[in-house]
């Protein structure tokens, strides 16, 4: 099993609509979580950090779910512009005392005129 | 500022060769990060350093690949030989502190990457 996973997608939605993204993540000891951005043949940019009491920025809500191991990102009124592909990140310590840093394969939301 | 900034942007190159990747983070910036991103792997984590230390290799593929971070303002990522299956984007990131807490905190800042092609 992967140490993060994501549903690659693509989900395609019109202008307006809500999508939810998952990413469960293997280690119940991560510590940090986070959503990028990715925009095609670019690089990665921080989207929002996700707390465990879930926060929110603008159209775009994060969740934590610490029993069940997976964070959600929900993207309220889509834009065109929030077309991308959503990359979820875990930080988790490992046995030998090193940190691991995690990025899930990508989830990529296609927003349709 | 300029933030993080990577050469070559592309890079093509014949099997065998060696490459040399190029980073400078963005100044005050006491973490530095290489990544590779294709396909089939997504976004994987090769090394990272803490003040110009490197602090976890794991990630490093095999001994063909090597980094060095001379000074806190530049660092080096080499590949000798190359092989084809090692055509992908690298990225340099860089952050002030471990990414923990994210947001105006430790957040990770990447590079635009260079497109390696290894024929």
């Known amino acids: 099993r992967k140490e993060v996973e994501q549903d690659p997608g693509p989900f395609n939605v019109p202008e307006g609509a809500t999508v939810a993204f998952n990413c469960t993540y293997s280690n119940s000891a991560s510590q940090s979580f986070f959503w990028y951005r990715q925009d095609c043949r670019k690089e990665p940019k921080l989207l929002m950090s996700?707390?465990?009491s879930g926060n929110e920025d603008g159209r775009f809500t994060a969740q934590l779910n610490r029993a069940s191991q997976y964070i959600s990102l929900l993207i309220r009124d889509s834009k065109l512009s929030d077309s991308a592909t959503y990359l979820c990140v875990v930080t988790s310590n490992m046995d030998t005392g090193r940190r691991a840093l995690t990025f899930g394969s990508g989830t990529r939301l296609q927003v349709q005129p | 500022d300029a933030g993080v900034i990577q050469s070559p942007r592309h890079e093509v190159t014949e099997m065998g060769q060696e490459v040399t990747l190029r980073c400078k983070p963005i100044s005050g910036h006491d973490y530095l990060f290489w990544y590779r991103q294709t396909m089939m792997r997504g976004l994987e984590l090769l090394i990272y350093?803490?003040?110009?230390?490197?602090?976890?290799d794991s990630g490093m593929p095999e001994d063909r690949f090597s980094a060095k971070m001379p000074n806190a303002s530049f660092s080096t990522l080499k590949i000798q030989p190359s092989e084809p299956r090692d055509s992908a984007v690298y990225f340099c990131?860089?952050?002030?502190?471990?990414?923990?807490?994210?947001?105006?905190?430790?957040?990770?800042?990447f590079g635009p990457g260079t497109r390696l092609t290894v024929l």
């Open positions: 990131a860089s952050s002030f502190g471990y990414p923990l807490r994210g947001g105006p905190y430790n957040e990770q800042f």
């Open positions: 350093f803490n003040n110009n230390v490197p602090i976890d």
């Open positions: 996700v707390y465990s």
